[in-house]
């Protein structure tokens, strides 16, 4: 190797550390500060303390929260699936006019229509619907936010599933439901599994629409509402429960990636081809 | 079981194609019935038809005194082997074959004893408890089997059911679906492209070019007696020797040559006519001295079919060839004669066969 090549390396794996440093320094914080009794924005070796686990366990919405987040993501991840796998599979399987302009038109209109520009009319239509301070009222405006996307990946999943199979099956003499029930899903769960965990993050992390429409009540509110509300008396953030508490927040998502990754296999870059 | 009556149907396609055009065919009960043609001559879209997963445009199809035109495919009573097998990779064997007795409401216990049943006849019963994905592709074909047998049905429908399997696996999967069928005796209609499964596994078959049903007859007959050049050059794995000849008297002449006018044409041509002259290269004998009655002409080619040789032989401007047993084989360069069988020579006048009594019948318009 010549000299130029080996400081080429050098060089290069240089940067690499210096940018994975710059990403693992904000996970090491949040690993350590937790345990530590008095934290600070530094990363330091902890004392292990739990005090500061207690404290947010005497919090009086920290946990209430996390199992709000819990209702809403569940809840809207199983609507997204359910909707999204009909409407992918219809559209998949019928031959109509302006299939793909459609679908086209709805991912293109969700995505620049986001939160922030429909906020006023969503709370409006909120509150004509008596569906404000509602787990329900949240979850179907986040469904409705996240189906074009999922119907539109799902689509895809289902395009590449020979029709042969339903076919196959309906000579057998099975209805359209059975058909999906019993070959479409089965052959397109990795697809349903990546869009429930799609949902399921997005919904974890979603601040705006249950911010919004969750206005009077602490008691209602989701871990991502509530962790911005963990301030001193002082008004500075508390960061012992906020470190402690942002460790609580990520653990289930950390673990449902495990998990599912685990369980079907899938890879998480774009995930729609296999 | 039940016979197949189709009474001129038609189907055409968004866009004008006229993928059928007025078919009528009979399948008597319990017959093997192949559709052959070529791609695109509408054979798969016949059978798609007939399960009920392609509406007719016109016509009906029947299945034994049932009209079954406007009846979903489910409610036919039909059972159908898809070109890829279609077996669920989800399920396992035991599965695969029992799930038209799960749509029917069978209980579970019930169904899983049907189908270890039909699996140990064909032979699955060590493979019950695997994938589709862990079978070879002749396993694949007998869970494929065995779950329409499984069905009851009143007729089978088979798409291309030898085509995903090698060249040497084929040939026993083409015993094996024969005698399968003799002994299940029900009506089985399967489509293929390759003239020689047709020729090898129907009682009688359909040649279909385009829409319509060309000729319909049992394999002899189609071989024998092709009812237009069409049929003629697609059947046969070597194909028929089709040329140009002119009428004089009582004889023809054909690239300068005189040979004896075809037996089944005899008295039906007139003096000077311009005709097809049709003679397979299985029915020539060939000989290195002239013959009275032979095509003669230069060997160009020699190639070796295993028992035998297919000699071309340059006559005149035409090309004629002919099957030679081993050992008596030509090299190229050498004068050969080809002396046609008059019985088994054919005369065709503007495409079509000139006959008497023809072989098979006519069909379509």
Same mark, same amino acid.
């Not at chain 2, 194609?17 to 007025?22: E, F, H, S, Y």
């Given at each position: 190797m010549s000299p130029r090549r080996v400081l080429g390396r050098i060089g290069f794996y240089t940067l690499i550390a210096v940018v994975l440093a710059f990403f693992s320094v904000p996970l090491l914080w949040l690993a350590t500060a937790p345990f530590t009794s008095d934290p600070t924005y530094e990363v330091s070796l902890p004392d292990f303390t739990l005090a500061n686990f207690r404290a947010i366990l005497e919090h009086p919405y920290a946990l209430g929260s996390l199992y709000n987040s819990l209702i809403l993501a569940v809840g809207t991840a199983l609507l997204v699936v359910l909707f999204a796998a009909l409407a992918a599979y219809a559209l998949s399987r019928v031959r109509i006019p302006g299939r793909d302009g459609l679908l086209y038109a709805l991912l293109l209109l969700s995505s620049i229509i986001t939160g922030t520009a429909a906020m006023v009319p969503i709370y409006q239509l909120a509150v004509e619907l008596n569906l404000i301070d509602t787990h329900l009222g949240v979850i179907l405006i986040l469904t409705g936010g996240l189906l074009p996307a999922a119907i539109f990946m799902l689509k895809d999943f289902m395009d590449t599933t020979p029709k042969s199979y339903e076919e196959s099956a309906r000579v057998f003499g099975a209805s359209p439901l059975q058909i999906v029930r019993h070959v479409v899903v089965p052959l397109v769960r990795p697809g349903l599994a990546t869009i429930a965990v799609w949902a399921i993050a997005n919904v974890w992390g979603n601040f705006l629409m249950p911010y919004l429409l969750f206005s009077s009540d602490p008691e209602n509110q989701p871990a991502a509402v509530i962790i911005y509300t963990l301030y001193t008396e002082g008004g500075q953030a508390n960061l012992q429960l906020l470190s402690t508490f942002g460790l609580l927040y990520s653990v289930p998502v950390v673990l449902m990636y495990l998990f599912v990754s685990k369980k079907y296999g899938f890879r998480f870059h774009g995930g729609i081809k296999r | 079981m039940s016979a197949i009556e189709l009474r001129g149907l038609t189907k055409v396609y968004p866009?004008?194609? *006229? =993928? $059928?055009? =007025?078919l009528d065919l009979v399948i008597p009960d319990g017959e093997f019935f192949a559709l052959l043609g070529p791609s695109g001559c509408g054979k798969t879209t016949l059978l798609r038809t007939i399960a009920g997963l392609e509406t007719a445009t016109s016509g009906s199809v029947v299945l034994g005194e049932r009209d079954v035109t406007n009846i979903q495919p489910g409610a036919r009573d039909l059972a159908m082997v898809f070109q890829d097998y279609a077996l669920f990779p989800h399920m396992d064997v035991t599965d695969n074959i029992a799930y038209p007795l799960r749509i029917k409401k069978v209980a579970k216990a019930a169904r899983g004893d049907k189908a270890r049943e039909v699996g140990e006849r064909l032979g699955l019963a060590q493979l019950m408890? *695997? *994938?589709?994905?862990? $079978?070879s592709g002749g396993q694949q074909q007998r869970v494929a089997l065995a779950r329409v047998m499984a069905t009851q049905a009143r007729a089978f429908l088979f798409d291309e059911p030898l085509s995903n399997l090698d060249a040497r696996l084929r040939l026993e999967a083409r015993t094996f679906l024969k005698r399968l069928q003799r002994e299940l005796g029900v009506t089985t209609v399967f489509v293929t492209h390759d003239q020689a499964e047709a020729l090898a596994m129907a009682d009688r078959m359909a040649v279909m070019e385009a829409g319509h049903i060309r000729q319909v007859g049992t394999p002899a007959e189609v071989f024998q007696r092709p009812i237009n050049t069409f049929v003629a050059s697609f059947i046969g794995s070597t194909p028929m020797n089709l040329l140009d000849a002119v009428v004089r008297g009582d004889s023809l002449e054909v690239s300068g040559c005189k040979v004896a006018v075809p037996e089944s044409a005899a008295g039906l041509l007139t003096d000077g006519e311009k005709i097809v002259y049709g003679v397979r290269p299985e029915y020539m004998s060939y000989s290195a001295g002239p013959a009275e009655g032979a095509l003669g002409g230069k060997v160009s080619i020699v190639e070796n079919l295993g028992a035998s040789h297919l000699v071309t032989l340059e006559v005149g401007t035409a090309s004629v060839q002919a099957v030679v047993p081993e050992g008596r084989e030509p090299v190229p360069g050498d004068d050969g004669y080809a002396l046609p069988r008059a019985d088994r020579a054919l005369a065709y006048r503007d495409g079509d066969l000139v006959a008497a009594g023809r072989g098979g019948t006519e069909a379509g318009a």
């Open positions: - | 866009g004008g194609v *006229r =993928a $059928l055009d =007025a408890d *695997r *994938r589709p994905g862990q $079978l």
